[in-house]
């Protein structure tokens, strides 16, 4: 069985670009959820799409958009890219996220912001 | 003050020894107790979850969750060199919100041959 796909793995972009991440979950799950991870901040949640929808959203800003397609694959996208904006970004898929909603997680993509 | 504090590391122990790890939360609302464990260039796996109050063994490995004190521990027995990596914990309410985890700043484990 297949697991979180992520994509991609590492890219390198400069402050002002905007940047795109692709997740495709594990085949029927329909939840997605983002993870931002930072050695000063941790693991940090941006946000979770479950049925095309937005269900939470967590406390970044605005340049920190999301979507879900019919399929479930999800895509991020951070606009006006800063200095701090360098993380490893998380996807973690569930199967119905509820109850205990266990994750698993992706390899994550590495960006660097210059 | 953060919603979960974790022990910090690096923690380094010799192979066989039992490492107790421990996280603390502020919110009473969290349902679901989980322990990730997140070796090098990989994402967090999930080694364990419990809900509410109560121990939940799996092998080596034993989560204890204290709501009443709003503290959860892991104890792995008979630790190994396998074992080295980051340990997180991390919380949710569950329900509609169970997509939103809250994370530990995670503890580095070192198990020493």
């Given at each position: 069985k297949a697991g979180v796909t992520q994509t991609p793995r590492y890219l390198i972009k400069t402050r002002g670009q905007q940047v795109t991440l692709s997740c495709s979950p594990i085949s029927g799950h329909r939840s997605v959820s983002w993870y931002q991870q930072t050695p000063g901040q941790g693991l940090q949640f941006l946000f979770e799409y479950f049925s095309e929808t937005q269900r939470n959203k967590g406390n970044?800003?605005?340049?920190f958009s999301g979507r879900q397609f019919s399929n479930s694959r999800s895509e991020m996208n951070v606009s006006?890219?800063?200095?701090?904006?360098s993380a490893l970004y998380l996807c973690a898929s569930s199967l119905?996220?509820?109850?205990?909603?266990?994750l698993t997680f992706g390899a994550g993509s590495r960006l660097t912001v210059l | 003050q953060k919603e979960v504090e974790q022990d910090p590391g690096p923690l380094s122990v010799p192979e066989g020894a039992i490492v107790s790890l421990n996280c603390t939360y502020?919110?009473?609302?969290?349902?679901y107790f989980m322990w990730y464990r997140q070796y090098s260039r990989k994402g967090p796996e999930l080694l364990m979850y419990t809900y509410s109050s109560g121990n939940k063994e799996d092998g080596r490995f034993t989560a204890q969750v204290d709501k009443s004190s709003k503290y959860i521990s892991l104890f792995i027995r008979?630790?190994?060199?396998?074992?080295s990596a980051t340990y997180l914990c991390a919380m949710s309410v569950g329900?509609?919100?169970?997509?939103k985890s809250t994370f530990g700043d995670g503890t580095t484990l070192t198990v020493k041959p």
């Amino acid at each position: 069985k297949a697991g979180v796909t992520q994509t991609p793995r590492y890219l390198i972009k400069t402050r002002g670009q905007q940047v795109t991440l692709s997740c495709s979950p594990i085949s029927g799950h329909r939840s997605v959820s983002w993870y931002q991870q930072t050695p000063g901040q941790g693991l940090q949640f941006l946000f979770e799409y479950f049925s095309e929808t937005q269900r939470n959203k967590g406390n970044f800003p605005g340049r920190f958009s999301g979507r879900q397609f019919s399929n479930s694959r999800s895509e991020m996208n951070v606009s006006t890219l800063e200095l701090g904006d360098s993380a490893l970004y998380l996807c973690a898929s569930s199967l119905q996220g509820s109850g205990a909603n266990v994750l698993t997680f992706g390899a994550g993509s590495r960006l660097t912001v210059l | 003050q953060k919603e979960v504090e974790q022990d910090p590391g690096p923690l380094s122990v010799p192979e066989g020894a039992i490492v107790s790890l421990n996280c603390t939360y502020s919110n009473s609302a969290f349902q679901y107790f989980m322990w990730y464990r997140q070796y090098s260039r990989k994402g967090p796996e999930l080694l364990m979850y419990t809900y509410s109050s109560g121990n939940k063994e799996d092998g080596r490995f034993t989560a204890q969750v204290d709501k009443s004190s709003k503290y959860i521990s892991l104890f792995i027995r008979d630790s190994q060199p396998s074992d080295s990596a980051t340990y997180l914990c991390a919380m949710s309410v569950g329900g509609t919100n169970a997509g939103k985890s809250t994370f530990g700043d995670g503890t580095t484990l070192t198990v020493k041959p």
